[in-house]
């Protein structure tokens, strides 16, 4: 998989919860493998890196694609840097002492400031293709793995304070909101 130096790209403004219909739907597959997509993917990075994020959807700047960037490290401390187009998520069974599943905190460059604790499987991977339509796999642990399903999740509409108990989901909807209230529900 080629890299794209993060800095070339034009950071975008993040969509927040409840701002974009892109963000709440299943983002559209990617047909076409060209300039374009490889612009979208150097931007997504200099959107991630700008809004200081370890990952990034296409639909939280406002593009219906099935696209997503990452930049974080694994339960090792490995740096995990790469995108995906296209991706199909598998969860893994863990490796001898880990656990299957992991209990830790997590937040969204489209829910900005608060955080909650989510249970996300332990080991993932995902495997799609690349700008030019060759195949890709990234195979995670840890933070790493948790970022593959939370990315994941945003291309399938699904933000993770969606995955949140309402009551939970609604006080930390309005804390991102903060005094006004400019985030809708």
Not at 24 to 43: I, K, P, Q, S
Not at 171 to 181: D, F, I, Q, V
Request: hydrophobic share 40%; net charge negative.
């Amino acid at each position: 998989m080629r890299l794209f130096g993060r800095y070339d790209g034009v950071a975008r403004p993040i969509v927040t919860y409840g701002s974009n219909p892109v963000l709440h739907r299943r983002c559209t597959e990617v047909t076409a493998f060209d300039e374009g997509l490889r612009r979208l993917v150097l931007d997504m990075f200099a959107s991630m890196e700008a809004a200081d994020g370890v990952g990034l959807a296409a639909n939280q700047i406002g593009v219906d694609a099935r696209v997503f960037v990452i930049d974080c490290p694994d339960a090792d401390g490995r740096d995990v840097m790469g995108y995906v187009v296209n991706p199909v998520l598998t969860v893994l069974e863990p490796r001898d002492g880990e656990p299957a599943e992991e209990l830790d905190e997590e937040g969204c460059l489209s829910v900005p400031g608060p955080y909650a604790e989510l249970s996300r499987a332990f080991r993932a991977r995902v495997d799609g293709v690349d700008t030019a339509g060759k195949p890709v796999s990234i195979e995670a642990t840890g933070m790493a793995a948790r970022c593959l399903q939370h990315e994941v999740d945003h291309l399938d509409g699904t933000v993770y304070v969606d995955r949140l108990p309402a009551e939970l989901r609604e006080r930390l909807l309005a804390e991102a909101a903060g005094p006004g209230g400019d985030l809708p529900a």
